[in-house]
T-cell receptor
């Protein structure tokens, strides 16, 4: 069955370190998204991609970057982790004629100490 | 800017009752409105959507109502079950008729179903 996976599921890192969160989908979807979820803020869009080599900034993109070298993967990199980036991160994908129906991964809980 | 919000942050119901979760939105240009369910420790899961030119859509045990006059969206769950306990998010998208577009999520409502 097609799925979307994230790794690691839990990560603790120190301030200033570079961190990369992986997202892999086997839906063959063109669209991929990264969100962060914090209490009181719901889901906020970090970056998104509509296809290979395409990346776009979301509403909270500062301090994050993504790259899309193939259809299946959209890794999220925190260039220099900050405590404010402690959050739960969700990757999602969508495709076909229903681009608004996004399939979410299980999430990565990141703690920056 | 665009925003989607919720009237009630929490809702507690008895098993078997009907539940109604409400949402207000501000972007009149949105093409679709969507409800997602998020269970504890999991990612959000698509429940049902409604196009902006409709006012009602029914699924299995769920109905979504759209009132564009007052920019209000609601999710009705019939015969609520303990497995329905979760956080429910409304979301809107302005895709301009394409399959693209970004979702804007509301804050979420916590639904608790008591046996």
């Amino acid at each position: 069955d097609a799925e979307i996976t994230q790794s690691p599921r839990h990560k603790i890192t120190e301030t200033g370190r570079q961190v990369t969160l992986a997202c892999h989908q086997t839906w063959n979807h063109n669209n991929m998204f990264w969100y962060r979820q914090d209490l009181g803020h719901g889901l906020r869009l970090i970056h998104y991609s509509y296809g290979v080599q395409d990346t776009n900034k979301g509403e909270v993109s500062d301090g994050y970057s993504v790259s899309r070298s193939n259809t299946e993967d959209l890794p999220l990199t925190l260039e220099s982790a900050a405590s404010s980036q402690t959050s739960v991160y969700f990757c999602a994908s969508s495709g076909g004629g229903r681009g608004y129906e996004q399939y979410f991964g299980p999430g990565t809980r990141l703690t920056v100490t | 800017g665009e925003s989607v919000g919720l009237h009630l942050p929490t809702l507690s119901v008895q098993e078997g009752d009907n539940s109604i979760i409400n949402c207000a939105y501000s972007n009149s240009a949105s093409d679709y409105f969507i409800w997602y369910k998020q269970e504890s420790g999991k990612g959000p899961q698509f429940i049902i959507d409604i196009r902006s030119n409709m006012d009602k859509r029914q699924g299995q045990r769920v109905t979504v109502l759209l009132n564009k006059t007052v920019k209000h969206l609601s999710l009705q769950i019939a015969a609520t079950q303990p497995g329905d306990s979760a956080v429910y998010f409304c979301a809107e998208i302005n895709a301009g008729g394409t399959s693209y577009g970004k979702l804007t999520f509301g804050q979420g409502t916590i639904l608790t179903v008591h046996p």
